[in-house]
Each structure stands twice: as C-alpha cells, then as structure tokens.
C-alpha cells in the first residue's frame, strides 16, 4: 500500500502556482519524497525528489515539513499542459521500487 | 532521441495467445522495471533487472516472464493470456546511484494490451 495521502483532485487557474499538499506521515529516516506526474495517456514523468531540504528545479519546488510528515509540490506558473494527475511517493532503498497511491488529479483551467 | 521506447504500442490479441512486449533504453541505466496500469489507473511494479539480474519481483502470474538479453532492454513474454491482462504497461529505467537508490525512473511511452 501507498505510504502517502493526497487529495483526489485539484483546479488551478492557469498562470497561477499550484500547490499540490501530500501527507506521509509514517515516513522514515532514509525514505526520501519523490513527485511523479501523469498526463494522459503517457509514461509517468519525474518531477522532483528530497529528504528533509526544500527542493527546486526547472519543473517545480518541493516543500518539506521539518518533522517530515507531510510535503507541498509547486508549479509556479501552471499551464494547460501541466494537467495531470501528480503522484507522491515515499521510497528508500529498496532497490527502486515505486508504490503509487492514487495522485491528485490537477486540472489548470483557462 | 526517445529515452525509453517500447513496441508494439497497442496490441490486441485473444486469449489463449503468448505475446511479448519489448523495451529498450539509450540512457545508459543499469536497472528497468515492468509496470501495468490497470483499468483504474492503479500503477503497479512487477518486475526489475539490473544488470540482467532479476532484483524485484512481485507477485505476479507465472504466465509473465521478463526476459533481459543485455541491460538496454527488458522484455516481457507473457503467455497464455487472460481477460484480465487487459492493461496498459509501462517499462521504466534508472540508474543506481552510490548510495543504492534508484527511484529516479524514467517510463516509456506503454504499450496498451487488449485481450479479447
């Protein structure tokens, strides 16, 4: 079972940051927080990932609470094409396994 | 240039048949992975090399057998397939770095099996 919570879905007005919350509150030391999104009908795509420090990358930035029990992605600026539906997992080494929950569908809207 | 790339993009088949899917990546990743999405968009692993080493396998029918004749592919040969195989799968691939962690992945485009 996914060790994450997201809310199922999510409206966002385009041009506007989108902040897509994640609880993981059963996360330990070594697992980081990694952010996957789905547009439909392709692959999964890497976002973003971190352990304890914010993050930020040409796609967005990851916040992490300091007890680590929950953590926000931004997208700054959505578009239409960052409709998707946005995946939080917990992962550590466990040879790269990848459970998903079932995201947050995200639709940026005109 | 696509990373990871996958074939047959949709397949169609009837029960009772074998198919096999293939995936290859130009990223120089030393680990891939099988996963199959099925009707409820749930994303499951079944599956990973590294190296050609079998490192995970869930629990998944005997009928699917990954085969890795080098480590820029992994395919998957299932047989005898079933109603239920009806999903769409996605190969991915990662690179294992220092420390052991792999979860960086990177997914290929799925091939969307339909079995009648």
């Known amino acids: 079972d996914a060790k994450t919570t997201q809310p199922p879905s999510m409206d966002c007005a385009e041009g506007r940051a989108a902040n897509l919350p994640c609880n993981h509150s059963?996360?330990?030391?070594?697992?980081?927080v990694y952010w996957y999104r789905q547009i439909h009908s392709q692959g999964p795509q890497y976002i973003i990932h971190?352990?304890?420090n914010n993050e930020t990358n040409e796609m967005a930035s990851l916040i992490i609470t300091e007890d680590r029990k929950s953590s926000t992605l931004i997208l700054p600026h959505a578009t239409l094409r960052d409709t998707a539906v946005y995946y939080c997992i917990v992962a550590g080494n466990q040879g790269g396994k990848l459970i998903f929950g079932q995201g947050t569908e995200l639709s940026v809207k005109p | 240039d696509t990373a990871v790339s996958q074939t047959p993009k949709y397949l169609v088949t009837q029960m009772g048949n074998d198919k096999s899917i293939k995936c290859e990546q130009n990223?120089?990743?030393?680990?891939m992975y099988w996963y199959k999405q099925d009707s409820k968009k749930f994303l499951k692993i079944m599956f990973s090399?590294?190296?050609?080493?079998?490192?995970i396998n869930e629990t998944v029918p005997n009928r699917f057998s990954p085969k890795s004749p080098d480590k820029a592919h992994l395919n998957l040969h299932i047989n005898s397939l079933e109603l239920g195989d009806s999903a769409v799968y996605f190969c991915?691939?990662?690179?294992?770095?220092?420390?052991?962690?792999?979860?960086?992945?990177?997914f290929g485009p799925g091939t969307r099996l339909l079995v009648l």
């Open positions: 990223l120089g990743h030393d680990t």
């Open positions: 059963t996360i330990s030391g070594n697992e980081y």
């Open positions: 971190g352990l304890k």
């Open positions: 991915a691939s990662s690179q294992e770095r220092p420390s052991g962690r792999k979860e960086t992945q990177y």
């Open positions: 090399y590294n190296n050609k080493e079998l490192i």
